[in-house]
């Protein structure tokens, strides 16, 4: 379906003019790698200063070298990635760019193959990046994930999403969901209602997470059947939580004593995935995080993996990346 005809005899030094082709026969395709009215060629253009003419089936790709073979590295795999059934998504182009800009050598097929596949979900959840991708095999293959990393790179998601498949899958038995209620300017003795609505502000993304996996009367069902509890870390005292996929949200904000008390719950069966942003800490000013702590104590034990992600991994909007860079490089 694609074929590649380069237009110099000879290969061109680094920087030096080049023309290529790329031939898509399939319009429906052609249609997905191009977009809408040429979207995604003028964004190559832009972002490697290069031409590209669009003949109907064929694309002709001009301008410095190393540029050009980039741009056609990537639209190569991305034809072979669409024709194989999957879909890209707004973002997908400028990601899988970045990453071969990185390393030409990447294969962009190996994020796509592996999908999280939900019941009544037609599209599975595919890894955006190669972090993604090495924080899923992690879960799979570990009792204990850490996925470190800001906000907007899918940590708490990607959990969530595996906790799902889990639980539909038969593997684990309930998922368990926490968070630190952790106090920022104003005390929960101030917020109306009972304790269930204090701390529902707390566990509200948890909430969301889970209702863009399954529909909301599924989710409600879930959670009033026991399948699904969403608490407060402080509620897991004494408790013992066995054949359970555990998520524990905003670690960062746990205290060592809070960290070692949820580490120590875990039974026959269970499962965690530790998630947090070590650089957001809103802990009072003189208490230690349990994260930080856990991070140094837990470091070379078998059967416990660490996935740092970075502003690279941010898939909100392109400006989040860049906020977070900046506010990287002030710190």
């Keep these: 379906m694609i074929r590649e005809k380069n237009k110099k005899n000879k290969k061109a030094p680094r920087g030096e003019p080049k023309q290529l082709n790329l031939a898509i026969r399939d319009s429906e395709t052609h249609l997905k790698i191009t977009g809408e009215q040429g979207k995604n060629l003028k964004i190559l253009e832009r972002a490697l200063n290069i031409r590209i003419a669009d003949a109907g089936g064929e694309l002709s790709l001009a301008g410095r070298d190393s540029e050009v073979d980039l741009a056609h590295n990537l639209l190569s795999q991305l034809a072979e990635i669409v024709s194989n059934g999957e879909q890209l998504f707004p973002g997908d182009l400028e990601r899988c760019l970045k990453m071969l800009s990185a390393n030409k050598d990447l294969r962009l097929g190996d994020l796509f193959r592996d999908q999280i596949r939900l019941a009544g979900k037609k599209i599975g959840i595919v890894p955006k990046t190669f972090n993604q991708k090495s924080y899923l095999d992690s879960i799979q293959n570990h009792d204990l994930v850490f996925g470190l990393g800001p906000a907007g790179t899918g940590k708490t998601y990607l959990a969530m999403a595996m906790a799902v498949s889990a639980l539909t899958n038969k593997e684990v038995k309930r998922i368990v969901l926490c968070r630190p209620a952790v106090e920022a300017g104003e005390k929960l003795g101030f917020l109306p209602g009972d304790m269930a609505e204090k701390v529902n502000p707390y566990l509200r993304p948890l909430y969301d997470a889970l209702h863009d996996m399954v529909d909301f009367e599924r989710a409600k069902e879930m959670v009033e059947k026991g399948l699904v509890e969403v608490a407060p870390l402080a509620f897991m005292r ?20 809070q960290m070692k008390m949820l580490l120590t719950r875990l039974g026959r069966g269970a499962k965690c995935v530790i998630t947090g942003d070590i650089t957001q800490i809103d802990l009072p000013k003189g208490t230690s995080s349990g994260l930080v ?3 140094q104590i837990l470091k070379g034990i078998e059967g416990v993996a ?5 502003e690279d991994d941010v898939l909100r909007h392109p400006l989040v990346a860049k906020i977070v860079a900046a506010y990287k490089k002030w710190e």
């Design 293 to 295: 702590e856990a991070l």
């Design 306 to 310: 660490f996935v740092y992600f970075s």
């Design 238 to 257: 004494g408790r013992t939580l066995t054949n359970a996929f555990v998520i524990l949200d905003e670690a960062q904000n746990t205290t060592p004593v």
